[in-house]
């Protein structure tokens, strides 16, 4: 026959070890639920320094190009190669605001001065959040026709804003101007613009990336 003692004692034991074991688990349980809270807080951040980051590449390549080809960036007939970055908005929303903070550090430099600093980033801006509803609406359809409208819109808005400054700043018939800048937004979002985004479209095909819209 077992004492009485030694069981009440044993199950005191039993009822302790018990009681460590819960609690063992429990601060398991916090400590793995904390951690994993940690890991998304911080993972949450991570598409926002990516898009920080490209949006600043954006912005600097903009820039660059811009001012190092200011002879046919800011004259009245211009061709501004950085324009051909206006088809990024179609893969990455980062560009949005990556063209217009480039566009407006640009004209900083610009002869036409405050005007061009207003209202040529406006266009910018505009035109890209354009570009980016129409890379949304195209989604899925043919690449022929999404060639030939993501690069339109910021050839239709800056012939129009860029056309109408120019007339009154220098004193053109806004026709004359309108076409000018047409002829040289077309050059650059057609010309160099479209065979970027074939070439980007091609590379997100072939590594399985997705657009990020």
Do not use: W
């Amino acid at each position: 026959m077992i004492p009485a003692a030694y069981v009440y004692t044993g199950r005191m034991k039993k009822g302790g070890e018990n009681k460590r074991d819960g609690a063992n688990r429990y601060a398991h349980v916090m400590m793995k639920t904390s951690g994993n809270k940690k890991r998304e807080g911080a993972n949450r951040y991570v598409p926002n320094v990516r898009r920080l980051t490209h949006a600043a590449i954006v912005a600097a390549i903009y820039a660059a190009l811009t001012v190092l080809l200011a002879p046919i960036s800011f004259a009245q007939q211009q061709v501004r190669v950085a324009e051909a970055l206006s088809v990024l908005p179609a893969f990455m929303p980062a560009a949005v605001p990556g063209l217009f903070v480039g566009c407006l550090l640009a004209n900083v430099v610009s002869a036409f001065g405050l005007p061009d600093i207003i209202f040529g980033s406006l266009a910018t801006l505009l035109s890209a959040l354009l570009t980016r509803a129409a890379a949304r609406f195209l989604e899925g359809r043919s690449l022929i026709l999404r060639v030939l409208i993501i690069p339109f819109p910021a050839v239709a808005v800056n012939t129009v804003v860029i056309g109408a400054m120019l007339s009154v700043i220098a004193d053109i018939p806004f026709p004359a101007a309108a076409l000018g800048v047409m002829a040289g937004q077309a050059l650059s979002c057609y010309g160099l613009g479209a065979p970027l985004y074939v070439a980007m479209h091609k590379y997100m095909e072939r590594t399985g990336r997705r657009y990020d819209l």
